[in-house]
T-cell receptor, first 114, second 111 residues
């Protein structure tokens, strides 16, 4: 158990809908990262927040957005969903930021768009 | 651009065999390098890391050395076990905190 929690575990929705994925980092960790894992694209870094501020941006679509709240939990919002958004979404956290920081991954949210 | 290339899987070995999973990278500057492991139905776990050239990361019998001259970070283990069956990801983290993962290598260990 990494100490990172993600809810929900599974989500089934329809095209065009909007969903929110939630992540609680390990106690004391200030950085939160979001990743998308799919069969065709592999593991893609989406976005990182550090202490409430956006820190780094990867391959995140404009239909997706994220935020980190004062209590350090984070939410990833996915809107106008398409079939291709079906994937496993991981959240990870680390104590601070920096190239050598170890990230601790949550168990993931599996999203299925029908 | 920055990228990570791993050997394609699946890799199938017998128990107690020697393991090498190749990883090469392209990056500007001096990234940190990581190996993560993903067991079935779980998230990724850090296996080992190296933050500068010639550093060797090691954990649970696995080792990898940061080779700047060959831009490589190959994962090795002298004697694999059935419990090592998983997907292994090589990754680099740049100074701007962007992380790039390889496509993963699935490892099957036969008893």
């Amino acid at each position: 158990d990494s100490g990172v929690t993600q809810t929900p575990k599974h989500l089934i929705t329809a095209t065009g809908q909007r969903v929110t994925l939630r992540c609680s980092p390990r106690s004391g960790d200030l950085s939160v990262y979001w990743y998308q894992q799919s069969l065709d694209q592999g593991l893609q870094f989406l976005i990182q927040y550090y202490n409430g501020e956006e820190r780094a941006k990867g391959n995140i679509l404009e239909r997706f957005s994220a935020q980190q709240f004062p209590d350090l939990h984070s939410e990833l919002n996915l809107s106008s969903l398409e079939l291709g958004d079906s994937a496993l979404y991981f959240c990870a956290s680390s104590p601070t930021t920096g190239t050598g920081e170890t990230q601790y991954f949550g168990p993931g949210t599996r999203l299925l768009v029908l | 651009g920055n990228s990570v290339t791993q050997m394609e899987g699946p890799v199938t070995l017998s128990e107690e065999a020697f393991l090498t999973i190749n990883c090469t990278y392209t990056a500007t500057g001096y990234p940190s390098l990581f190996w993560y492991v993903q067991y079935p139905g779980e998230g990724l776990q850090l296996l080992l890391k190296a933050t500068k050239a010639d550093d060797k990361g090691s954990n649970k019998g696995f080792e990898a050395t940061y080779r700047k001259e060959t831009t490589s970070f190959h994962l090795e283990k002298g004697s694999v076990q059935v419990s090592d069956s998983a997907v292994y990801f090589c990754a680099l983290k740049r100074r701007d905190d962007k992380i790039i993962f390889g496509k993963g290598t699935r490892l099957h260990i036969l008893p």
